[in-house]
């Protein structure tokens, strides 16, 4: 079956970095489109970015353009996120994501606390 587990969350201050990683199972990673989402506390779970099921394209919430990288690795059936100067506002936990013709997959999430 699909399986989805992030990693990588902790605590970091402000303008620091981490690298979320999404590990996969039960479906043909290099022929999926995949995202990261977020939710903050008592806040709607939101799309942070999404990539091609090749890698070459992605999209990015105008919040977090410029900071964060996704990215895609085919190879080892791993989804990424790479995080640059993070914000409290960035707080929140983040969550793996396929969409499999409306089948929503997620992980469990990995919590991401910003704060000095």
């Known amino acids: 079956q699909v399986q989805l587990e992030e990693s990588g969350g902790g605590t970091v201050q402000p303008g620091g970095s981490l690298r979320l990683a999404c590990t996969t199972s039960?479906?043909?990673?290099?022929?999926?489109?995949m995202g990261w989402y977020r939710q903050a506390p008592e806040k709607e779970r939101e799309l942070v970015a999404r990539?091609?099921?090749?890698?070459?394209?992605?999209a990015y919430a105008d919040s977090v353009k410029g900071r964060f990288t996704i990215s895609k690795d085919n190879a080892k059936n791993t989804l990424a996120l790479q995080m640059d100067s993070l914000k409290p506002e960035d707080t929140a936990v983040y969550y793996c994501?396929?969409?499999?013709?409306?089948?929503?997959?997620w992980g469990k999430g990995t919590l991401v606390t910003v704060s000095s």
């Open positions: 994501n396929y969409n499999y013709y409306g089948m929503e997959y």
């Open positions: 990539i091609s099921m090749s890698g070459t394209t992605t």
């Open positions: 039960g479906f043909t990673f290099n022929r999926a489109a």
